[in-house]
């Protein structure tokens, strides 16, 4: 069973189109963060939410954090075909030094032209 | 300023070897992290060093092993190789160990390893 369960796995829309993504849990977590991976490439860090309930906005992209901690969505607004990537949340439980960042498996989205 | 560099970027080696990758972190990054991503797991934890220790260690067996060097740099080696360790294999800085701060990792583009 995954610690961070993503969905949908898998996203193929038109250019132009909005699309959610959700990154879920039962776990409380101090932090969590969303990536973007494209093919041949390591993740690239996006945006890190602390806050229940934290919005935060990156040009078309929106990222939040939900009230309890648990879960967090990222919605794309007129999707664009370099937004074609496989996106991961990644969620940091406690502080101490058992402390690690544990990723989901990730939504693959591609956007077609 | 460099990113993190990860040698070598490709690499085929035969069941029962052993392989070791390399990465050196951002400069003035002291923590570096290990994961392995293949498709039906996704990334899972390795380990993660700080200051030349180790700080944090994933559920992976003992043939799986790791160390920093005085500068940051940091390798991983596999013992004894089977076919289940063909991945993706990414090491990530961060300027602080994570245990401290939400910072983010800076990772690297990765080891494509392959067993046969």
């Known amino acids: 069973t995954q610690l961070l369960e993503q969905s949908p796995q898998f996203l193929s829309i038109q250019e132009g189109e909005n699309l959610t993504v959700y990154c879920n849990s039962s776990s409380v977590f101090s932090s969590l963060q969303w990536y973007r991976q494209e093919p041949g490439e390591g993740p690239v860090l996006l945006v890190t939410?602390?806050?229940?309930?934290e919005v935060k906005k990156l040009k078309r992209l929106t990222f939040q954090f939900g009230d309890a901690r648990k879960d967090s969505s990222l919605h794309i607004t007129a999707a664009q075909p370099g937004d074609t990537g496989l996106y991961l949340c990644a969620a940091r439980r406690g502080r101490g030094s058992g402390s690690r960042l544990t990723f989901g498996e990730g939504t693959q989205l591609t956007v077609n032209p | 300023k460099a990113g993190v560099t990860q040698t070598p970027r490709y690499l085929i080696k035969t069941r029962g070897q052993q392989v070791t990758l390399s990465c050196s972190p951002i400069?003035?990054?002291?923590?570096v992290s290990w994961y392995q991503q293949t498709p039906g797991q996704g990334l899972q934890f390795l380990f993660e060093y700080f200051s030349e220790t180790q700080r944090n260690k994933g559920n992976f067996p003992g043939r799986f092993s790791g160390r920093q060097f005085s500068n940051s740099r940091s390798e991983m080696n596999v013992s004894t190789l089977e076919l289940g360790d063909s991945a993706l294999y990414l090491c990530?800085?961060?300027?602080?160990?994570?245990?401290?701060?939400?910072?983010?990792?800076?990772f690297g583009s990765g080891t494509r390893l392959t067993v046969v």
């Open positions: 400069s003035g990054h002291r923590s």
């Open positions: 990530a800085s961060s300027l602080v160990s994570p245990v401290w701060a939400n910072y983010g990792y800076t």
């Open positions: 939410v602390v806050t229940g309930g």
